[in-house]
Protein backbone atom coordinates (compact mmCIF):
# COMPACT_ATOMS: atom_id res chain seq x y z
CA UNK A 1 0.00 0.00 0.00
CA UNK A 2 1.22 3.35 -0.68
CA UNK A 3 0.46 6.17 1.76
CA UNK A 4 -2.64 7.39 0.74
CA UNK A 5 -4.05 4.06 1.04
CA UNK A 6 -2.50 2.89 3.71
CA UNK A 7 -4.03 6.52 5.65
CA UNK A 8 -7.73 5.50 4.14
CA UNK A 9 -7.74 2.46 5.39
CA UNK A 10 -6.59 3.90 8.73
CA UNK A 11 -9.33 6.21 8.86
CA UNK A 12 -12.10 3.75 8.32
CA UNK A 13 -10.85 1.72 10.99
CA UNK A 14 -10.36 4.64 13.27
CA UNK A 15 -14.03 5.71 12.53
CA UNK A 16 -15.80 2.56 13.00
CA UNK A 17 -13.63 1.67 16.51
CA UNK A 18 -14.33 5.40 17.66
CA UNK A 19 -17.72 6.10 16.93
CA UNK A 20 -19.02 2.52 16.14
CA UNK A 21 -17.51 1.39 18.98
CA UNK A 22 -16.01 -2.18 17.57
CA UNK A 23 -14.07 -3.56 19.96
CA UNK A 24 -12.26 -6.06 17.48
CA UNK A 25 -11.36 -3.01 15.45
CA UNK A 26 -10.08 -0.76 18.09
CA UNK A 27 -7.95 -3.88 19.08
CA UNK A 28 -6.31 -3.98 15.59
CA UNK A 29 -6.07 -0.04 15.45
CA UNK A 30 -4.07 0.22 18.53
CA UNK A 31 -1.66 -2.79 17.82
CA UNK A 32 -1.36 -0.57 13.75
CA UNK A 33 -0.44 2.26 15.57
CA UNK A 34 2.42 -0.07 17.51
CA UNK A 35 3.62 -1.43 14.32
CA UNK A 36 3.44 1.81 12.61
CA UNK A 37 5.47 3.57 14.92
CA UNK A 38 8.92 4.54 13.14
CA UNK A 39 6.78 5.55 9.91
CA UNK A 40 8.07 8.50 8.44
CA UNK A 41 5.09 11.46 8.29
CA UNK A 42 3.44 9.35 11.15
CA UNK A 43 1.17 12.03 12.13
CA UNK A 44 -0.04 13.17 9.42
CA UNK A 45 -0.70 9.11 8.70
CA UNK A 46 -3.23 8.55 11.57
CA UNK A 47 -4.50 12.60 11.41
CA UNK A 48 -8.56 11.06 10.77
CA UNK A 49 -9.21 12.83 7.56
CA UNK A 50 -12.26 11.12 7.20
CA UNK A 51 -14.74 9.87 9.67
CA UNK A 52 -18.08 8.44 9.97
CA UNK A 53 -19.49 10.20 12.61
CA UNK A 54 -22.49 7.75 13.58
CA UNK A 55 -22.23 6.68 17.18
CA UNK A 56 -23.39 3.91 19.32
CA UNK A 57 -26.02 4.58 21.72
CA UNK A 58 -25.37 1.48 23.79
CA UNK A 59 -21.85 0.03 25.37
CA UNK A 60 -20.72 -3.12 23.28
CA UNK A 61 -17.10 -3.26 24.75
CA UNK A 62 -18.10 -6.65 27.30
CA UNK A 63 -15.62 -5.28 29.68
CA UNK A 64 -16.71 -2.30 29.98
CA UNK A 65 -20.51 -3.42 30.60
CA UNK A 66 -19.28 -5.72 33.48
CA UNK A 67 -17.56 -3.06 35.34
CA UNK A 68 -20.72 -0.94 34.83
CA UNK A 69 -23.27 -4.23 36.13
CA UNK A 70 -25.02 -2.90 32.47
CA UNK A 71 -26.99 -6.22 31.00
CA UNK A 72 -24.88 -8.15 29.54
CA UNK A 73 -25.83 -9.37 25.62
CA UNK A 74 -24.61 -10.85 22.68
CA UNK A 75 -21.70 -8.58 22.30
CA UNK A 76 -20.10 -11.36 24.64
CA UNK A 77 -20.19 -13.64 22.58
CA UNK A 78 -19.44 -12.06 18.50
CA UNK A 79 -16.58 -14.31 18.21
CA UNK A 80 -18.40 -17.36 18.19
CA UNK A 81 -21.41 -15.20 16.09
CA UNK A 82 -18.62 -14.26 13.16
CA UNK A 83 -17.25 -17.68 13.07
CA UNK A 84 -20.80 -19.11 12.40
CA UNK A 85 -21.41 -16.50 9.68
CA UNK A 86 -18.20 -17.52 7.90
CA UNK A 87 -18.43 -21.15 8.27
CA UNK A 88 -22.33 -21.14 7.40
CA UNK A 89 -23.08 -22.59 11.16
CA UNK A 90 -26.41 -22.92 12.62
CA UNK A 91 -26.87 -21.17 15.94
CA UNK A 92 -29.48 -20.71 18.66
CA UNK A 93 -29.91 -17.49 19.92
CA UNK A 94 -32.19 -15.93 22.78
CA UNK A 95 -34.00 -12.43 23.07
CA UNK A 96 -34.42 -10.55 26.00
CA UNK A 97 -37.74 -9.94 27.32
CA UNK A 98 -38.87 -6.76 26.45
CA UNK A 99 -40.40 -4.21 29.24
CA UNK A 100 -41.70 -1.74 26.34
CA UNK A 101 -43.90 -3.94 23.96
CA UNK A 102 -44.91 -6.72 26.53
CA UNK A 103 -43.08 -9.41 24.64
CA UNK A 104 -41.39 -12.30 26.26
CA UNK A 105 -38.44 -13.71 25.69
CA UNK A 106 -37.75 -16.13 23.10
CA UNK A 107 -35.18 -18.94 21.79
CA UNK A 108 -34.68 -18.87 17.86
CA UNK A 109 -32.63 -21.23 15.73
CA UNK A 110 -30.80 -18.74 12.22
CA UNK A 111 -28.32 -18.75 9.97
CA UNK A 112 -26.68 -15.87 10.79
CA UNK A 113 -25.34 -13.77 7.65
CA UNK A 114 -23.97 -10.29 8.48
CA UNK A 115 -23.17 -7.99 11.40
CA UNK A 116 -24.53 -4.63 10.03
CA UNK A 117 -23.74 -1.60 11.82
CA UNK A 118 -27.14 1.06 11.44
CA UNK A 119 -27.82 4.57 11.87
CA UNK A 120 -27.52 4.15 16.38
CA UNK A 121 -26.48 0.48 16.85
CA UNK A 122 -24.78 -2.78 16.30
CA UNK A 123 -27.63 -5.29 14.16
CA UNK A 124 -27.48 -9.03 13.06
CA UNK A 125 -29.19 -9.89 9.47
CA UNK A 126 -30.38 -13.53 9.98
CA UNK A 127 -32.25 -16.54 8.29
CA UNK A 128 -34.64 -18.08 10.28
CA UNK A 129 -33.54 -22.07 10.35
CA UNK A 130 -37.17 -23.21 10.25
CA UNK A 131 -38.81 -21.26 7.28
CA UNK A 132 -35.96 -19.42 5.68
CA UNK A 133 -37.33 -16.11 7.11
CA UNK A 134 -34.40 -13.15 6.98
CA UNK A 135 -34.38 -10.53 9.44
CA UNK A 136 -32.81 -8.37 11.86
CA UNK A 137 -32.09 -8.38 15.02
CA UNK A 138 -30.53 -5.42 17.42
CA UNK A 139 -27.52 -7.07 19.30
CA UNK A 140 -28.01 -5.43 22.52
CA UNK A 141 -31.40 -6.65 22.61
CA UNK A 142 -30.33 -10.84 22.30
CA UNK A 143 -28.71 -12.48 25.53
CA UNK A 144 -25.11 -13.22 26.08
CA UNK A 145 -25.71 -16.69 25.04
CA UNK A 146 -24.59 -18.75 21.71
CA UNK A 147 -25.13 -22.31 21.38
CA UNK A 148 -23.31 -23.58 17.78
CA UNK A 149 -25.86 -26.22 16.36
CA UNK A 150 -24.18 -27.43 13.20
CA UNK A 151 -20.77 -27.66 13.68
CA UNK A 152 -20.43 -28.30 9.59
CA UNK A 153 -22.25 -25.76 8.46
CA UNK A 154 -23.75 -24.79 4.81
CA UNK A 155 -21.43 -23.50 2.46
CA UNK A 156 -20.52 -20.14 1.60
CA UNK A 157 -22.05 -19.94 -1.40
CA UNK A 158 -25.72 -20.44 0.37
CA UNK A 159 -24.62 -17.72 2.66
CA UNK A 160 -24.26 -15.26 -0.02
CA UNK A 161 -26.98 -16.22 -1.81
CA UNK A 162 -29.39 -15.18 1.40
CA UNK A 163 -27.19 -12.15 2.09
CA UNK A 164 -28.08 -10.83 -1.43
CA UNK A 165 -31.69 -11.59 -0.64
CA UNK A 166 -31.74 -9.61 2.65
CA UNK A 167 -30.26 -6.57 0.95
CA UNK A 168 -32.36 -6.85 -1.71
CA UNK A 169 -35.35 -6.74 0.86
CA UNK A 170 -33.66 -3.60 2.42
CA UNK A 171 -32.75 -1.76 -0.92
CA UNK A 172 -36.37 -2.42 -1.36
CA UNK A 173 -38.07 -0.90 1.92
CA UNK A 174 -36.89 2.14 4.66
CA UNK A 175 -35.64 0.60 7.47
CA UNK A 176 -34.59 -2.16 8.76
CA UNK A 177 -37.80 -4.32 8.96
CA UNK A 178 -38.03 -7.03 6.61
CA UNK A 179 -41.73 -8.02 7.13
CA UNK A 180 -43.07 -11.64 7.45
CA UNK A 181 -42.18 -14.87 5.63
CA UNK A 182 -44.69 -14.31 2.93
CA UNK A 183 -44.56 -10.78 2.09
CA UNK A 184 -40.44 -11.64 1.86
CA UNK A 185 -41.22 -14.52 -0.70
CA UNK A 186 -43.74 -12.08 -2.53
CA UNK A 187 -41.97 -9.43 -2.76
CA UNK A 188 -38.06 -11.06 -3.91
CA UNK A 189 -40.07 -12.82 -6.69
CA UNK A 190 -42.04 -8.88 -7.87
CA UNK A 191 -45.54 -10.38 -6.68
CA UNK A 192 -45.81 -8.01 -4.26
CA UNK A 193 -48.02 -4.57 -4.51
CA UNK A 194 -45.60 -1.31 -3.69
CA UNK A 195 -47.39 1.58 -2.34
CA UNK A 196 -47.02 4.47 -3.50
CA UNK A 197 -46.58 7.65 -1.55
CA UNK A 198 -46.75 11.32 -1.99
CA UNK A 199 -44.96 13.73 1.09
CA UNK A 200 -45.39 17.58 0.22
CA UNK A 201 -42.53 19.16 2.16
CA UNK A 202 -42.42 23.04 2.95
CA UNK A 203 -39.82 25.96 2.37
CA UNK A 204 -38.03 25.36 5.57
CA UNK A 205 -37.05 21.71 5.19
CA UNK A 206 -37.80 21.40 1.04
CA UNK A 207 -34.37 21.58 0.02
CA UNK A 208 -32.89 19.14 2.44
CA UNK A 209 -35.12 16.90 1.09
CA UNK A 210 -34.57 17.51 -2.28
CA UNK A 211 -30.63 17.65 -1.89
CA UNK A 212 -31.25 13.58 -1.78
CA UNK A 213 -31.38 12.34 -4.55
CA UNK A 214 -30.08 8.72 -3.72
CA UNK A 215 -32.45 8.52 -0.56
CA UNK A 216 -34.12 5.87 -2.31
CA UNK A 217 -34.08 3.94 -5.50
CA UNK A 218 -37.53 4.13 -6.19
CA UNK A 219 -38.30 8.09 -5.23
CA UNK A 220 -39.36 11.17 -7.22
CA UNK A 221 -38.81 14.59 -6.35
CA UNK A 222 -41.46 16.76 -7.73
CA UNK A 223 -41.05 20.73 -7.09
CA UNK A 224 -44.13 23.31 -7.45
CA UNK A 225 -44.19 25.13 -9.68
CA UNK A 226 -42.24 22.67 -12.03
CA UNK A 227 -39.04 23.57 -12.74
CA UNK A 228 -35.37 23.77 -10.41
CA UNK A 229 -35.95 24.23 -7.21
CA UNK A 230 -35.27 27.89 -6.67
CA UNK A 231 -36.57 30.94 -4.71
CA UNK A 232 -39.70 30.87 -6.69
CA UNK A 233 -40.35 26.78 -5.37
CA UNK A 234 -43.11 27.20 -2.52
CA UNK A 235 -43.21 23.19 -1.76
CA UNK A 236 -41.69 19.60 -3.30
CA UNK A 237 -43.77 16.56 -3.69
CA UNK A 238 -41.33 13.30 -2.54
CA UNK A 239 -42.88 10.50 -4.21
CA UNK A 240 -41.61 6.78 -3.42
CA UNK A 241 -42.61 3.36 -4.05
CA UNK A 242 -42.56 1.31 -0.72
CA UNK A 243 -43.88 -2.41 0.34
CA UNK A 244 -46.57 -2.45 3.06
CA UNK A 245 -43.61 -3.57 5.31
CA UNK A 246 -41.53 -0.54 5.89
CA UNK A 247 -44.40 2.45 5.76
CA UNK A 248 -43.78 2.50 9.19
CA UNK A 249 -40.56 3.16 9.55
CA UNK A 250 -40.94 6.10 6.49
CA UNK A 251 -43.69 7.25 8.50
CA UNK A 252 -41.32 8.15 11.49
CA UNK A 253 -38.90 9.61 9.02
CA UNK A 254 -41.58 12.08 8.30
CA UNK A 255 -42.48 12.99 11.60
CA UNK A 256 -39.22 14.40 12.29
CA UNK A 257 -40.78 17.43 9.95
CA UNK A 258 -43.65 17.85 11.70
CA UNK A 259 -45.08 21.29 11.06
CA UNK A 260 -43.25 21.09 7.19
CA UNK A 261 -44.68 18.13 6.32
CA UNK A 262 -48.35 16.95 4.42
CA UNK A 263 -48.53 13.47 3.87
CA UNK A 264 -50.71 13.50 0.38
CA UNK A 265 -51.08 9.62 -0.53
CA UNK A 266 -52.56 7.14 0.25
CA UNK A 267 -55.24 8.11 2.10
CA UNK A 268 -54.70 6.23 5.09
CA UNK A 269 -51.49 7.11 5.63
CA UNK A 270 -53.08 10.96 4.99
CA UNK A 271 -55.44 9.88 7.94
CA UNK A 272 -52.62 8.73 10.30
CA UNK A 273 -50.56 11.61 9.83
CA UNK A 274 -52.92 13.81 10.64
CA UNK A 275 -53.61 11.80 13.64
CA UNK A 276 -50.29 12.43 14.87
CA UNK A 277 -49.67 15.83 14.36
CA UNK A 278 -53.05 16.53 16.28
CA UNK A 279 -51.89 14.16 19.11
CA UNK A 280 -48.85 16.56 19.08
CA UNK A 281 -50.90 19.26 19.61
CA UNK A 282 -52.74 17.86 22.38
CA UNK A 283 -49.52 17.18 24.22
CA UNK A 284 -48.67 20.77 23.94
CA UNK A 285 -52.27 22.25 25.08
CA UNK A 286 -52.55 19.72 28.33
CA UNK A 287 -49.18 20.33 29.68
CA UNK A 288 -48.27 24.26 28.73
CA UNK A 289 -52.02 25.64 30.14
Not at 44 to 50: A, H, S
Amino acid sequence: MNQQELTAALNALHSQAEYQRDVQIQELYNRLIRRLKGIESKEQLFYPVRAHLNRSIVETDPVKITETFSDRNLFDCLDVVETAITKGQKIRLNRKPSPWLDRPGESFEIWPLQLLYYDIAWYLIHETCENGHLAVSRIDRLEDRCTVLDTRGRSIAAQRSSLKLAHELLANGWGLFLGDSDEQRQELIGRLDMVEVIVRFFPRVMGFVAEGPLRHPSQRIEPHPPGPLNKQTQCVDYIVKLPPRSLREFGFWVYRFMGQAQVRSPEYLVEQHRQAAQQQASLYMENFQ
